[in-house]
Structure formats: structure tokens, C-alpha cells
């Protein structure tokens, strides 16, 4: 073989490895569209967490997974009986592509509103770009369609529609603008507090120390943390289904007079777990920056 051939060889071979990089996402299962309580319904599949709110004056959407996932979400919408095109309202968890990358296609489809906690506006409307940590990723799954922001969003706003009324909670870290959300649902006459978690992981890569792109990551985890402990908290929801063990209680539904998702202790230990793997990481980016700092220039 030529020198040539072999040059272009391995070229080609190296762009099909890339191509398969870009286009890896975590396994998912398909999960059949189900009411959690109330007015609250499930949408999403076993991975990523999508939520549909229903009210007498249209509905509300939290996350879209990816551009190609919105199809599956309409699919959804629509075995439960519900209008796609009576979305109102589009809400996420977080500016990453699996949360908010197909919001260009439902705001097109829908004409909904979308709404957007501040500090994740600019990725939003950047198509992914100008995220902290993977703006400059070649993986192409981080980047979707520009959209522009209809509210911007603050912590502690509210977003009413109808009787229903949902809290947005910023709670940073994981993105800038991460957004915990919580509303009341009523089911058998009784009220139970819903938490819809945005993101309380620290991912692989991120820099908790001396993080140029985003100074105050650390106090924005532990502001999170902070925020997440005192809310009261009786159906225990999240950006993934993997927070809340959707497997598992998704398999009980139905089994048993007790609601398998009203979960408060559940809760407890979920966000204890991930506030004690947090402190874990900083203090091992903090003792990697102190024998940094003290290393001889010459060795």
C-alpha cells in the first residue's frame, strides 16, 4: 500500500471513529406516557425526564430531550389523550442538549412560550456555544438550534398558568443557570409538594477551583445544595430518571394503593448522597491545587 492510501486510510477510519464519538449517548428504554399525580404526567423515556403539566388554559412542558426526541414526547402527549399544540408554556431544567435541544422545535410547533432561568439564557440563545464547560466540544450532541428566550427567569419567579403555579429555584452549578422546579399537585384530596430536581451532579471534567469560565462554581453547588434541603418535598422528581429510581417505581405503578413517586425520605437521602460527592470532589481539587501551588519550579 501506498504511502498515500495509507495516509487516507486512516484518515477515513478516524473520521468513522469520531462520527461514532459525536453521535454516543447513554442507552434508553422507552417508557408508556403515565400520570404521576394530579395534573402531572410523565413523557419522557427512562433516561431523560420530561414532564407535561395540564391546565384548562393549555399545558406546560418541562425538557425536550434532544431535537430528534421531540416526536417521541408528541407521541406521548397525544396517547394521553392530550393536544401537542395546546403546549403553552416550554420550561427546562438546564441548558445542556439532552434537557433543551429540541426547544427550537417545539417553540416552531407550538408557539410556546419559552422561559428560561438568567443565568442559562445566553447558552440557550447560543445554540449551546457559550456553556462553561463544553462550549468548545467537538462532541456535536452539546449543540442544537439557537432559540430566542420569550421570559427570562429568576429564582424564586413563579409561572402561572391557569390554576396551576410553578416555582423556579435556581439552583447552579451543574449549569449556570440550573432550575430546580416545584409545584403542589392534589390527588384523593390531598395536596403533596413536587420537587423536579435540575441537577445536582458534578460531571467528569469540571472544574470546581480556580474555574476561570465560571468563578463561582463551587458556591453555586453549595447554594444549590442549601436550596434542595429546605424544600419541602413529597413526590420526588428530577431532570433523569436515574435520580428518582423511575425503573423501579415505574414497575410499582398501579401495584398498590400508595403512590410508588411520593417519596420524601427518598429525597433526603438522594440529595445527602450527592452534597457528600460534591464536598469529596472539591476537597480533592482543593489538595490538587495546594500541591500545585507548592511545587518547585525546577525539579
Same mark, same amino acid.
Given at each position: 500500500m501506498s504511502l498515500k492510501r495509507l495516509i487516507y486510510s486512516c484518515m477515513f477510519i478516524l473520521t468513522l471513529s469520531y462520527a461514532f464519538f459525536v453521535q454516543a449517548r447513554p442507552e434508553s428504554k422507552a417508557v408508556a406516557?403515565?400520570? +404521576?399525580? $394530579?395534573?402531572?404526567?410523565?413523557? $419522557?423515556?427512562?433516561?431523560?425526564?420530561d414532564y407535561? +403539566?395540564?391546565?384548562?388554559? #393549555? =399545558? +406546560?412542558? *418541562?425538557n425536550s430531550g434532544y431535537e430528534a426526541d421531540v416526536a417521541k414526547i408528541r407521541a406521548s402527549v397525544e396517547k394521553l389523550g392530550?393536544?401537542? =399544540?395546546?403546549?403553552? +408554556?416550554?420550561? *427546562?431544567? !438546564?441548558? !445542556? $442538549?439532552d434537557h =433543551? #435541544? $429540541?426547544g427550537a422545535l417545539i417553540k416552531k410547533q407550538t408557539g410556546a412560550q419559552y422561559m428560561v432561568m438568567d443565568a442559562d439564557v445566553p447558552v440557550v440563545e447560543s445554540g449551546g456555544k457559550t456553556d462553561f464547560q463544553y462550549g468548545n466540544s467537538r462532541d456535536l450532541d452539546n449543540f442544537y438550534q439557537p432559540v430566542k428566550v420569550d421570559r427570562i427567569l !429568576?429564582?424564586?419567579?413563579?409561572?402561572?398558568?391557569a390554576d396551576t403555579v410553578l416555582v423556579a429555584h435556581h439552583t447552579g452549578g451543574h449549569t449556570k443557570g440550573c432550575t430546580t422546579w416545584t409545584m403542589r399537585v392534589s390527588e384523593n384530596g390531598k395536596t403533596y409538594h413536587v420537587v423536579i430536581v435540575g441537577g445536582p451532579f458534578v460531571n467528569p471534567g469540571y472544574k470546581l477551583v480556580n474555574n476561570i469560565a465560571y468563578?463561582? *462554581?463551587?458556591?453555586?453547588?453549595?447554594h444549590m445544595f442549601k436550596t434542595l434541603k429546605s424544600l419541602p418535598c413529597d413526590i420526588f422528581l428530577g431532570a433523569h430518571g436515574m435520580y428518582f429510581n423511575l425503573d423501579k417505581k415505574y414497575a410499582l405503578l398501579g401495584k398498590d394503593k400508595k403512590n410508588p413517586f411520593v417519596d420524601p425520605e427518598g429525597y433526603k437521602k438522594f440529595i445527602a448522597q450527592k452534597e457528600a460527592d460534591f464536598y469529596s470532589e472539591l476537597a480533592r481539587q482543593n489538595a490538587v491545587a495546594r500541591r500545585d501551588v507548592n511545587k518547585p519550579e525546577h525539579q
Open positions: 406516557p403515565f400520570r +404521576i399525580a $394530579g395534573n402531572l404526567y410523565y413523557v $419522557g423515556d427512562n433516561y431523560q425526564a407535561l +403539566i395540564v391546565t384548562s388554559q #393549555g =399545558n +406546560i412542558l *418541562i392530550f393536544k401537542f =399544540n395546546d403546549t403553552k +408554556i416550554f420550561l *427546562i431544567s !438546564h441548558a !445542556h $442538549g =433543551n #435541544g $429540541g !429568576h429564582d424564586g419567579d413563579q409561572v402561572k398558568l468563578p463561582k *462554581i463551587a458556591r453555586d453547588y453549595e
